[in-house]
């Protein structure tokens, strides 16, 4: 095991750690969610061997964008599962997907090994992930103080958090893949709108959804359907794009994101069940 290796192992254990504390105490997610950023920019720090200043901090915040926007979701996933077991187990699939990305992570920062297949995928099914998990936590957020007279979070929020989310996947995607991020501006915007409008559109569709009494919280254990249907939008957006800017897009390309995306979405709608169950 190689230097590189074992610095991300350290940092995928803390942050297990951490996972697991919430699995024996949940109701220390709002601590957690204050130490998990300072574990993950620390780490950073650690495996990148970065200068502790402030221009060298502010021009490396891109490789925080993937590992925050994971470990932000699947914190939130974890926290509302019912099963002890499968909550240790997504823990560990977790601590597997954070060893694996710093790794990735890391290599990427020197720009010649961008292209390296094996980093690229990693990065693009975390991409992914980070997408899916982080939307679903929001629309749980959202829908956990939706009945909050007090505490009553704007959808308005929500539907921009979802817009600043595509917006960041997609420019460093864009990076990554050494795309010219001044000529890629104006599609990553039309990634971004097209998500809030959607987000907008979808609203709060739960597929096990919510019951609320005097007596229960939300149970929100259900998957939010806009946090699929938005990962769908994402790869046929992105997948289209990065295409176009590479110069391999055809029709052919064409008429396989459409298809794919027509078939999953679907499959999606079909499968759903709509109405609240009784």
Known sequence: MNILQKRSLILSLVLAFQYGVLVQFPETLIILMFCMPLTLIAGMI??????????ELLSNL???????????GAIFF??????????YII???????????????RKVFNLEDRAAVFQRNVIISVSF???????????????????DSIFRIPLVLVVVAIGVVFYLVSYFLA???GIDL???RPYNLVISLMAAEVAWASSIWIVNYPTFSSYEKANLGGTPLPAVILVIIFYFTWGIISHKASRTLTKNVMFEYFLLTIIFLAVLFISTKWLPQI
Do not use: D
């Open 62 to 72: 891109k490789f925080l964008i993937l590992p925050a926007l994971f470990n932000f």
């Open 46 to 55: 650690y495996i990148f061997g970065l200068r502790i200043k402030k221009a």
């Open 182 to 184: 001044k000529k890629y």
């Open 129 to 147: 992930l980070s997408i899916f998990l982080s939307v679903s936590a929001l629309y749980r957020f959202f829908v956990s103080y939706s009945a």
């Open 91 to 105: 823990t560990i699939l977790i601590f597997l997907v954070n060893f694996y990305l710093f790794i990735a992570l």
């Open 78 to 87: 974890v926290r509302y599962m019912t099963q002890s077991l499968l909550m």
């Open 175 to 177: 990076w990554e893949n």
